[in-house]
């Protein structure tokens, strides 16, 4: 609809601001837009404009904290606005869990249950609202890429910063991700908005 789910939403084009500007700079461009695509004001496409709100407010969620706006520059970075595909595959997820140290194993297997959520709603078989697909994107780009503020290669601690932003990820979608895999046993979606 507005954003293509299979690639890394570059919130800075989305704001129309410069990757380097400051968080006031941030800030007005983020309520510029809010009121440009405010449902209010777009009653014949009331629908994309409630999207755009909830995407607009996840960006601004994402630049307007330092912390998470420097993660998502390396993310963005590393992805350089191309398919999440290129980066996030069945090889890639196998081949990082199969490289982490036995201990770590079982514990990582919860990456499996996140990118099948991401892969179904990627392909359109469940339907998933941009902001987590992205959301749940990027954590699995932490999980893949070599960005990681803990390298992996250090036993053990070097996966615990990966499983620190998955399982932050995992718990504030954990009823997404129920519904997901109740859909996955009845084919059914229900009427569930909100994630807990």
Avoid: C
């Avoid at 990757?19 to 941030?26: D, F, L, M, S, Y």
């Amino acid at each position: 609809m507005i954003n293509n789910s299979e690639k890394f939403s570059n919130y800075y084009e989305l704001l129309g601001i410069d990757p380097a500007a400051g968080p006031e700079e941030v800030r007005r461009a983020y309520l510029k837009k809010i009121k440009e695509w405010h449902p209010d004001i777009n009653p014949e496409r009331i629908a994309e404009a409630e999207e755009m709100t909830k995407v607009l407010n996840q960006a601004y969620h994402i630049l307007g904290d330092p912390e998470r706006r420097k993660n998502y520059d390396r993310m963005l970075k590393f992805t350089r606005g191309k398919d999440f595909a290129e980066f996030i595959n069945d090889e890639a997820i196998r081949n990082k869990i199969n490289k982490a140290y036995p201990a770590l194993k079982k514990v990582l297997e919860n990456v499996r249950e996140l990118y099948a959520l991401f892969k179904d709603s990627v392909k359109g078989n469940y339907k998933l609202h941009p902001a987590n697909v992205a959301l749940i994107g990027g954590g699995l780009l932490y999980f893949l890429l070599p960005v990681d503020l803990i390298p992996d290669f250090i036993p053990i601690v070097g996966y615990l910063d990966d499983l620190a932003v998955l399982t932050t990820i995992m718990n504030s979608l954990k009823g997404e991700i129920n519904e997901y895999w109740a859909w996955k046993e009845t084919g059914i979606k229900s009427d569930f908005k909100k994630s807990s």
